[in-house]
């Protein structure tokens, strides 16, 4: 294994302390300002009103920020639609920016693989900017030079094409590669890609959801450096 790409948020930011108040705020503008209108939103988009958390493989949790907005305005069409999804790249970049909640141990296990010299890079179905933002200001980035969000390939989240785009950066071969995430869009792609599969369950995903697609399935991404070293050949 000479490289680790990581899905972001779930898997290196807590998903919903980092974006339920954006997330709220978007789905009330969406709704006009319709309290009742908003909820229902949030609900069709995977947030659970009464648990607080997001439904594993709802378009929240694992969709486009472009599928998002499509779920919100399906009145929307052509250069409309286009200009709300710009809108809504934006909301995330400024968001992530001031108020990215990192995972417990992420940024400690970073760079205990960073220093060992393994090449890392995130995958998100977030978009590029946003995603870079976020992992600035949470200091993660020094770690993580490669990016790619769902704009920068032609395909998102679960075909392999964030994968393979890693690999041809990074000069290593797809078999060579750990995706990490707590989807399982995440798993799948690795699969898709020839890649190992590591699922974590700090996201909205449980090991049930996830150990059908995953090699292993840890707590989160601060058990890897130790599963690493148990598993070294």
Request: aromatic fraction near 4%; charged fraction near 20%.
């Amino acid at each position: 294994m000479r490289g680790i790409l990581f899905d972001k948020d779930g898997t290196l930011l807590d998903f919903e302390a980092t974006w339920t108040p954006v997330l709220k705020r978007l789905a009330l503008q969406a709704a006009g300002g319709d309290p009742d209108r908003a909820a229902r939103l949030l609900d069709e988009g995977g947030l659970d009103a009464k648990t607080g958390k997001v439904r594993a493989g709802s378009v929240i949790g694992a969709g486009t920020n472009a599928l998002i907005v499509e779920l919100w305005h399906p009145d929307l069409s052509g250069a409309e639609l286009a200009q709300a999804i710009v809108d809504m790249d934006r909301a995330a970049l400024e968001h992530g920016s001031q108020h990215s909640v990192p995972i417990p141990g992420a940024l400690d296990a970073l760079a205990t693989l960073s220093a060992r010299g393994i090449v890392m890079g995130v995958a998100t179905n977030d978009g590029t900017a946003a995603a870079r933002a976020a992992l600035a200001a949470t200091g993660m980035a020094a770690h993580l030079p490669h990016v790619f969000g769902y704009d920068s390939v032609t395909r998102s989240k679960p075909a392999p094409d964030m994968v393979l785009a890693f690999a041809r950066e990074a000069g290593i071969a797809p078999a060579d590669v750990a995706v990490v995430g707590d989807n399982p869009h995440d798993m799948e792609m690795a699969r898709a890609a020839g890649a190992t599969a590591i699922g974590v369950t700090s996201g909205n995903s449980s090991a049930d959801d996830l150990a059908p697609l995953a090699d292993v399935v840890l707590p989160s991404v601060a058990a890897l450096p130790e599963w690493l070293d148990a598993n070294a050949t």
